[in-house]
C-alpha cells in the first residue's frame, strides 16, 4: 500500500513563502500524475495544482497562478508546492494525491486512489 505524507505547513504572514511537501512511500509514485488540493474551513475542497508522471506538464488553478508552482522528484519520490505571495484566503488544510492522469485531478477527485492527510497552512493579515 502506497502512502503519501504531506509536510511544510505552518503560520505565516501575508506576502510569504512556504514550500510544501508530499513524500510518497510503499510503492512508487513516478507512474502517478500527482496533486495538491485544500479545504478551508467551511468551504470545499479546491484543486490547486497538478503534475504529470514526468513533471512535463503542469497545471494549476487559476486562484494561485502566478504564486503557486508545483515541481516533483521522483528518485525522491516527492512532490513540492512552492507558495509565494501568500494571501489569508490561502488559508487551508492542503493535501496531496496521486492519480492516473491531471484530468482525473481535476475531475474526479473522490476517485483518486491516493490521498495525505493534510497540512495546515495559515495566512495572517
Known amino acids: 500500500q502506497g502512502q503519501l505524507v504531506e509536510s511544510g505547513g505552518g503560520l505565516v504572514q501575508a506576502g510569504d513563502s512556504l514550500r510544501l511537501s508530499c513524500a510518497a512511500s510503499?510503492?512508487?509514485?513516478?507512474?502517478?500524475?500527482m496533486g495538491w488540493f485544500r479545504q478551508a474551513p467551511g468551504k470545499e475542497r479546491e484543486f490547486v495544482a497538478g503534475i504529470s508522471r514526468s513533471a512535463g506538464t503542469t497545471y494549476s488553478a487559476d486562484s494561485v497562478k502566478g504564486r503557486f508552482t508545483i515541481s516533483r522528484d521522483n528518485a525522491k519520490n516527492t512532490v513540492y508546492l512552492q507558495m509565494n505571495s501568500l494571501k489569508p484566503e490561502d488559508s487551508a488544510v492542503y493535501y496531496c494525491?496521486?492519480?492516473?492522469?491531471?484530468?482525473?485531478?481535476?475531475?474526479?477527485?473522490?476517485?483518486?486512489?491516493?490521498w495525505g492527510k493534510g497540512t495546515l497552512v495559515t495566512v495572517s493579515p
Open positions: 510503499g510503492r512508487t509514485f513516478s507512474s502517478y500524475a
Open positions: 494525491a496521486a492519480g492516473n492522469s491531471i484530468v482525473a485531478l481535476t475531475t474526479t477527485p473522490s476517485s483518486l486512489p491516493y
